[in-house]
């Protein structure tokens, strides 16, 4: 059978109907660019923020119409509330689709996407975040989970990284998610966690080159259209930075607050200051920083070798005045076993390292369960 075509999809979704039912969606430009990717096709419509919530046929009507393409084995489509796509003004909020309301911390509501939804079944939303990548932010993320499940916590983990996601390769999953009743999507599982990454949906090898709007939209469908069931905490390896996907999960996601991983080094260290400040700005606690790579130690002799320096998380934890959650060596079987797919809190539960990270996870469940996290505020959707 042959590809499918950026064209065919285009000429099909030139046969649906635009929100003034006078054009379609094509002639009015309210289609993204098109992905696709193993024959499955990825776009988000623009449509005014204010009628999102009755514009959901619209989106199902595209789906549709992509999906009797022949060659399509599937298809994400999502909608993409755009300000200045809006003629009327905003005033009562929206219904929100699943979930519960997470009111604002203080002040007056101020636009639909005031209010963030929460994930049905799911009790915190833990972000693991960094300033800059190569800093092994996705390694800590998918060990901390880990250690939050040896806690005996029911745990899922997000890679909200829709460029560079690790945690398929990192968690050893391969394979496509399946679909329940042809909407929720069934998140993967291995050493029982339960996991979302676009690396699922897309090949390893495969460049993704979404704008800013697609990439917010995938995120938020990757977390609220995603069977995740009863979780205690759900994990989100945030991609390194203070960008797109930072933002949309401060902005519409009740986060119960963030972890921060830098080395030591005072290079990376600006750059983790940087990721606290984005996350102050938009309150939401800062539950401790982790310091990574804090020393290595050689495999032969054991020795301990400061080659990053150390100690400059723990000092800068202290400046700011958020807690210091400890230091996680930089060893040969930390790599090794990533590496294979076989994180080292389930392969070697019971080794010093493994002891570190569940300290860790214990921490920052302390913090969460006890209620020391500050609301979340409600921001306007851009």
């Keep these: 059978m042959p590809d499918v075509t950026k064209d065919q999809v285009l000429a099909a979704l030139g046969k649906v109907r635009s929100p003034d039912l006078e054009s379609d969606l094509i002639s009015r430009g309210l289609v993204s660019d098109v992905f696709i990717s193993d024959s499955k096709v990825y776009f988000s419509i623009t449509v005014p923020a204010e009628k999102a919530q009755e514009l959901e046929p619209l989106r199902l009507a595209a789906e549709k119409a992509v999906t009797a393409v022949p060659g399509v084995k599937g298809a994400l489509v999502t909608l993409t509330a755009d300000r200045k796509a809006s003629s009327a003004p905003q005033s009562a909020p929206a219904p ?6 997470h009111a604002p911390a203080g002040g007056q509501p101020r636009g639909p996407a005031n209010v963030k939804a929460g994930v049905p079944g799911v009790g915190a939303i833990i972000a693991v975040a960094s300033g800059k990548g ?39 999953i391969s394979g496509r998610p399946e679909q329940i009743d042809g909407r929720l999507i069934k998140p993967k599982e291995n050493y029982g966690l339960k996991a979302m990454s676009m690396g699922f949906l897309v090949d390893e090898e495969t460049a993704m080159i979404w704008r800013g709007p697609m990439v917010q939209s995938a995120l938020l469908q990757m977390l609220r259209e995603v069977a995740w069931g009863d979780l205690d905490v759900l994990v ?32 990376a ?18 539950l401790g920083i982790v310091e990574n790579m804090s020393y290595f130690l050689a495999p032969d ?18 400046r700011i005045g958020v807690p210091f959650l400890g230091e996680v060596p930089l060893t040969m079987d930390i790599r090794e076993r990533s590496d294979l797919g076989t994180p080292i809190v389930h392969a070697d539960p019971h080794s010093e390292i493994s002891a570190i990270y569940r300290d860790i996870a214990a921490n920052v469940w302390s913090q969460v369960s006890q209620g020391t996290r500050r609301k979340a505020p409600s921001i306007v959707f851009e």
């Design 96 to 101: 929100q689709p699943h979930g519960h309301s």
């Design 134 to 172: 190569g800093v092994g932010k996705s390694t800590t993320a998918v060990n901390f989970a880990l250690a939050l499940h040896a806690n005996g916590l029911r745990v899922g983990i997000l890679d909200a990284d829709i460029y560079g996601p690790s945690v398929p390769r990192l968690l050893k």
């Design 236 to 267: 989100v390896d945030m991609p390194p930075g203070t960008g797109d996907v930072q933002l949309t999960m401060a902005q519409q996601v009740p986060l119960a607050g963030a972890v921060i991983v830098s080395t030591p080094q005072d290079l």
């Design 269 to 286: 260290l600006i750059d983790a200051r940087k990721a606290v400040t984005m996350f102050g700005k938009v309150e939401i606690p800062i």
């Design 301 to 318: 002799t054991g020795k301990r070798y400061d080659i990053f320096g150390h100690g400059g998380a723990r000092a800068e934890a202290e």
